[in-house]
């Protein structure tokens, strides 16, 4: 499985339908607090897969009932319910895909192209059954568990192998002595912009206002992107923001929190200091 699975995730055939469904996804709900939600931000970490216990609960369920007797209509019941409550699900899974690196694109798409096979066959099985044809919905449905079955595996696959959805620095305060730590003299930072500098290893972004400088991590929580390389932007209410370049997360430089998605991670910030004209940092308590 993993030579298939690497095989998919360098399929760059696959670009020329991950690139332009991507951009179209990401053109129809505009950055504000719908899409930060379906993302997962107000949680602080991914509302996907939290919705898809569900659809996958409800068709599990149904299809053990199908082996016993009397339960038909109950069985119809939990696919009814299972593929409605797929559809929140996917729109979530889908706005997170669109904003992920090409690679995890490659193999999101194929992961929701199971999972649309799963929604169509539990969506057939339903009619099916209403109209009275049971054998045949059951057999719909047995389909459409193996189906999202291979939708689920890579699923897995995204979250654990590839980190779709992972907090990216988690590890730092695993890296990262304690303790204060010099990371510039105040006097070489420029004033209101973005600077990076590396202490043990961690990239740091550093921020002066006269003579109150602000540290966070400098990799992005949701894939790592180097925010240095991003945009300040000054939110009327949390005052100065960083703005990711890759994907466009926006986190408050004062407290590290995610103003906007797709990362739902707060970023890591770091207490500062002043002494002796050296910025210091350390790990927040
Ligand atoms: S890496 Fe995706 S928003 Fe920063």
């Known amino acids: 499985m993993n030579r298939v699975l690497k095989k998919l995730e360098s399929a760059r055939d696959l670009d020329r339908i991950t690139l332009p469904l991507s951009g179209f996804v990401n053109r129809l709900i505009p950055v504000g607090k719908v899409r930060d939600l379906l993302h997962g ?14 659809p996958v609960g409800a068709w599990l369920s149904a299809v053990v009932l199908d082996r016993m007797p009397g339960t038909g209509r109950s069985a119809t019941v939990l696919i009814g319910l299972g593929t409605a409550a797929a559809v929140p699900a996917a ?38 059954r ?13 389909a459409g568990l193996s189906a999202a079955t291979i939708g689920g595996y890579l699923g897995g696959h995204l979250a654990y192998r590839q980190a779709l959805g992972a907090n990216h620095v988690e590890d730092i305060p695993h890296v990262l002595a304690e303790g204060w730590h010099a990371v510039a003299a105040l006097d070489e930072l420029p004033d209101e912009a973005l600077t990076r500098r590396v202490v043990d290893a961690v990239p740091v972004l550093l921020y002066r206002e006269g003579e109150k400088v602000t540290a966070l ?28 370049p890759w ?17 739902t991670s707060p ?19």
């Open 41 to 54: 931000v107000p949680l602080g970490h991914p509302l996907h897969p939290m919705l898809v216990q569900v």
């Open 267 to 285: 970023q890591l910030r770091f207490r500062t200091r002043i002494s002796e004209g050296q910025v210091e940092i350390s790990l927040a308590a």
């Open 91 to 128: 729109a979530s899974g889908i706005l997170d895909w669109a904003k992920a690196h090409e690679s995890q694109m490659r193999v999101g798409v194929v992961h929701w192209a199971a999972n649309a096979v799963a929604v169509g066959c539990f969506a057939a099985s339903f009619v099916q």
């Open 217 to 244: 991590a400098d990799r992005c929580s949701h894939l790592s992107g180097p925010l240095h390389e991003g945009a300040l932007d000054d939110n009327p209410e949390k005052g100065m923001c960083v703005v990711c």
């Open 247 to 263: 994907h466009g997360s926006t986190f408050s430089l004062q407290d590290g929190s995610v103003v906007h998605g797709p990362a």
């Open 130 to 142: 209403v109209r009275g044809r049971t054998a045949a919905g059951k057999r719909l449905a047995l």
